[in-house]
C-alpha cells in the first residue's frame, strides 16, 4: 500500500515536471509570455494547476522542493495575468503578489508567500531565487522556456544568475558608477550575507568585474508586463 502510494506520487510529480516544461516551451520566447494565446486555450495552463494542488514536497527532498514551487511561482504569475487579461501590468490588478490566494502544493497562499515563506525563509543562504522568480514585469530577469527540474536546478540557478548579472541592461557599468535592479534594494540581506558587498556578489557572477569602491544606484523597476507583441 505505501508502495503504491509512494510510486503514484512519484509519477505526478514527474508528470508535472514533464507538463510544465512542454508549457513554457510553447508559451514562452525570448523571455516574453504569449498572454493572449493561453487566455484562448487555457486548458494546458489549469490541467497543471490541477496537478500542482495535490502536490506535497517535503523540504528535506531540497531540489525537488525548490524546483516545483518555483514553477509553481512561475505559472501562478501567469494564471494571475491570464485571469485578468488584457493588463499593461501586474500592478494593474490590485493584491496581485500579496492578496489573490492560489490553492497548490496543498497550501492556499500568494505569490509573496511562495517567494517568501516557502522559498526564502526555508533556504535563507539562496539568493540565486532572485533571479528565476519571474513577476511578469520586464523588470525581471526573463523567463526561460524550460521547467526547472530537481536534477538540474543548481546548473539553471546558477546559469540564470550568471546570464541576470552580465546583462549591461540588467547591471549597467558606466565608469565609476553601477546601476542595479531596485531587486537588489529590496532584498539587500540576501545579496550581502557574511559581510559582503552587493559588487561582491555580483561580481561572483560577472565576466568583468566591478570595482569595488565603484558607486551603486538603483534604477526604476519596470513593470510593463513581458508579453510577446
Not at 503504491?4 to 505526478?12: H, I, K, P, S
Not at 504569475?77 to 499593461?88: A, F, M, S, T
Not at 552580465?166 to 531587486?183: A, D, L, W, Y
Amino acid at each position: 500500500m505505501i508502495t503504491t502510494v509512494y510510486l503514484g506520487f512519484a509519477q505526478t510529480t514527474a508528470s508535472f515536471f514533464e507538463k510544465t516544461d512542454a508549457f513554457f516551451n510553447t508559451n514562452v520566447k525570448n523571455g516574453k509570455v504569449a498572454y493572449q494565446d493561453i487566455k484562448a486555450n487555457p486548458s494546458d495552463l489549469n490541467e497543471l494547476i490541477t496537478i500542482a494542488e495535490t502536490i506535497s514536497i517535503s523540504k528535506s527532498d531540497a531540489n525537488t522542493y525548490q524546483a516545483f514551487w518555483i514553477n509553481a511561482y512561475n505559472l501562478d504569475v501567469i494564471k494571475g495575468i491570464v485571469e485578468n487579461y488584457p493588463l499593461k501590468s501586474p500592478l494593474d490588478k490590485a493584491g496581485f503578489f500579496d492578496k489573490i490566494k492560489y490553492n497548490i502544493g496543498g497550501e492556499n497562499i500568494t505569490l509573496n508567500d511562495i517567494e517568501n515563506k516557502l522559498l526564502r525563509a526555508n533556504f535563507p543562504e539562496e539568493a540565486r531565487f532572485h533571479f528565476v522568480l519571474v513577476c511578469a514585469g520586464l523588470g525581471c530577469p526573463p523567463i526561460i522556456s524550460k521547467a526547472y527540474l530537481p536534477s538540474t536546478l543548481d546548473a539553471q540557478l546558477q546559469k540564470q544568475t550568471e546570464l541576470s548579472l552580465n546583462n549591461p541592461n540588467f547591471i549597467r557599468v558606466k565608469g565609476k558608477k553601477v546601476g542595479v535592479s531596485q531587486i537588489f534594494e529590496w532584498y539587500k540581506g540576501d545579496f550581502t550575507q557574511g559581510g559582503k558587498s552587493l559588487v561582491d556578489f555580483i561580481n561572483i557572477y560577472r565576466k568583468e568585474k566591478i570595482e569595488n569602491k565603484a558607486k551603486v544606484n538603483y534604477y526604476p523597476y519596470d513593470w510593463t508586463l513581458n508579453e510577446t507583441k
